[in-house]
Every structure is written in C-alpha cells, then in structure tokens.
Nanobody, 116 residues
C-alpha cells in the first residue's frame, strides 16, 4: 500500500506564503505523477497542480499560475507546493495525490486558510 503524509497547512494573511509537503511511502514503484487538489467549503474538489515523476514536467490550474510552484524530491519521494501571493479564495483543504498505472492515491488533506 501507499501512504501520503501531508504537512505545512495553516493560517496566513492575504499576500502571504505557505509551503505544503507530501511524503509518499510504501509501494511507490510504478508511480508516474504526484500533485495537489483542493476543496473549498461548499465547492467541488478541483485540480491545483501536478508534476511528472520522470521528467519533472508540470501542470497548473489557471487560478494558481504564476503564484504556486510544484516541485519534487525523487530521493525522498516527496512533492512540494510553494504557494505565494495567497488570496482568501485559496482557502481550502489541500489534498496530495499520487498517480500509479492503475489507480490514484489520495492523502488525508491539510487545511489552508487565508484571512482577508
């Protein structure tokens, strides 16, 4: 089994920064991408960013382009999400995901709250 442990969420003021981390453990072989989704209260879960495990190529939601940066440390099986210029609309539970050939694994989520 694969486990994803997220950390780094919290409360920050508008314009501030946070860095989320997600460490994968267990049977992580055959994984080809990791990323982040988020879910705000009363809204559907939405894609935020993803990174390829092999070549490091990245993909972002339009709403976070230029403000968020996803990166990875293959040796630590860890993915990071650097979030800058945070806005109140970024408030959500952020979920880490790991994609393998036959399934997607979800983390438990970490709360990010941006105060105005």
């Amino acid at each position: 089994q694969v486990q994803l442990i997220e950390s780094g969420g919290g409360l920050v003021q508008t314009g501030g920064s946070l860095r989320l981390s997600c460490a994968a453990s267990g049977r992580t072989f055959s994984s080809y991408a990791m990323g982040w989704f988020r879910q705000a209260p009363g809204k559907e879960r939405e894609f935020v960013a993803a990174i390829s495990w092999s070549d490091g190529s990245t993909n972002y939601a339009d709403s976070v382009k230029g403000r968020f940066t996803i990166s990875r440390d293959n040796a630590k099986n860890t993915v990071y999400l650097q979030m800058n210029s945070l806005k109140p609309e970024d408030t959500a539970v952020y979920y880490c995901i790991l994609d393998q050939s036959s399934r997607r694994v979800w983390g438990q989520g970490t709360q990010v709250t941006v105060s105005s």
